[in-house]
Nanobody
Framework: QLQLVESGGGLVQPGGSLRLSCAAS????????IGWFRQAPGKEREGVSC????????NYADSVKGRFTISRDNAKNTVYLQMNSLKPEDAAVYYC?????????????????????WGQGTQVNVSS
């Protein structure tokens, strides 16, 4: 059974950092682009970042550029989202998603409809 499990969420003060993890089970991430999305109460789901299957190309939403970094460790079958300089408006449930398997390499896009498998989410709260 293909499964994505997010972890690393929690409560952090403004300006603080968190690292989210997205671990895959039941399949290898080598042939999948991975995206991170978030949804705050009363708001639409927002694309945050994505990384292509090779890990050589990334994309970020303008709201997180320079503060968030996505990376992947295919040996650990895990993708990470390092979040620094967190702001109250970053508070949301964060989801990771996988697009694939990709028979041909392509650049990733942070569009939810492109992704085939989704995790259950991890809550991030930013408050003093």
């Amino acid at each position: 059974q293909l499964q994505l499990v997010e972890s690393g969420g929690g409560l952090v003060q403004p300006g603080g950092s968190l690292r989210l993890s997205c671990a895959a089970s039941g399949f290898t991430l080598d042939y999948y682009s991975i995206g991170w999305f978030r949804q705050a109460p009363g708001k639409e789901r927002e694309g945050v970042s994505c990384i292509d299957s090779r890990g050589g190309s990334t994309n970020y939403a303008d709201s997180v550029k320079g503060r968030f970094t996505i990376s992947r460790d295919n040996a650990k079958n895990t993708v990470y989202l390092q979040m620094n300089s967190l702001k109250p408006e970053d508070a949301a449930v964060y989801y990771c998603a996988a697009e694939g398997p990709l028979l041909l390499h392509k650049l990733c896009v942070v569009i939810g409809g492109k992704y085939d498998y989704w995790g259950q989410g991890t809550q991030v709260n930013v408050s003093s």
